[in-house]
């Protein structure tokens, strides 16, 4: 299914929705980002702002995008705060921000909807000030392999999202073309995974 048209459609219950990646991805960002403070922060692919209401607490100024208005609906109610702001954008087109802006810049579960990593790491490249990072978290794509993707419930059928595998050379090369460095990798399974592939894979990518 069209991806703007399934996220407007999904906004109603992604946020009540058993969802283990979308958890899983909640405690990973906060381990990796608690006790850091950031003056400017752009947030990609915000969703519901279930991420944002972090980044709230760790910026002086954050700015987040997304291309579904209904989404982005939520997620204003979510988060309030006056240093917050929303904006939708799709981020396949060029980022509407200035040259080395953002201090961090974050990005969960949002790149298995986008087919051109080499734009996004391009952009992120351009925006970030020197010394900032890039922080990555997405679908392991050892899970894509089996079959998981973006679903959600509507009545009894199960509607997919289209998305895109990405491998995790992928990323990686993505990010050397653009003169972003690996800080940090790691491989994350849910408590309820063992056994089974991992459920994320998760950069943070540096800009020298
Ligand atoms: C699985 S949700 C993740 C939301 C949030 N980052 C989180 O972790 O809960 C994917 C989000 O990416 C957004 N998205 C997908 N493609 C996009 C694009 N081209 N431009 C902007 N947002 C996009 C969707 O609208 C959706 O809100």
Same mark, same amino acid.
């Given at each position: 299914m069209n991806i703007q048209d399934a996220y407007n459609e999904w906004s109603q219950l992604y946020?009540?929705?058993v969802n283990r990646t979308r958890d899983l991805d909640a405690e990973v960002t906060r381990l990796l980002? *608690?006790?850091q403070r950031f003056p400017s922060?752009?947030?990609?692919? &915000?969703?519901?702002? *279930?991420?944002?209401?972090?980044?709230?607490?760790?910026?002086?100024? !954050? +700015?987040?995008?997304?291309?579904?208005? *209904?989404?982005? $609906?939520k997620a204003r109610q979510k988060v309030t705060a006056s240093h917050v702001r929303f904006e939708q954008a799709d981020i396949t087109q060029p980022w509407n921000c200035a040259d080395d802006s953002f201090d961090l810049i974050t &990005?969960? +579960? !949002?790149?298995?909807?986008?087919?051109?990593?080499? /734009?996004i790491f391009a952009q992120a490249?351009?925006?970030?000030r020197s010394g900032g990072q890039f922080l990555l978290n997405e679908l392991h794509p050892f899970k894509q392999y089996g079959g998981t993707k973006a679903r959600f419930e509507r009545g009894a059928e199960i509607v997919e999202v289209d998305v895109f595998i /990405? /491998?995790?050379?992928?990323?990686? /090369? $993505?990010?050397? *073309?653009?003169?972003l460095k690996v800080l940090k990798?790691?491989? !994350?399974?849910?408590?309820?995974?063992?056994?089974? %592939? %991992?459920?994320?894979a998760s950069f943070v990518f540096g800009k020298d």
């Open positions: 946020d009540s929705n980002l *608690k006790g922060i752009l947030e990609i692919g &915000c969703g519901t702002g *279930k991420n944002t209401e972090f980044l709230a607490t760790l910026g002086d100024a !954050v +700015l987040a995008f997304d291309f579904s208005e *209904k989404m982005l $609906a &990005c969960n +579960l !949002v790149l298995e909807h986008i087919e051109n990593l080499d /734009h490249a351009r925006t970030l /990405h /491998h995790i050379s992928e990323f990686i /090369h $993505a990010a050397e *073309k653009n003169g990798f790691d491989e !994350v399974w849910h408590a309820e995974d063992a056994g089974k %592939p %991992p459920r994320l």
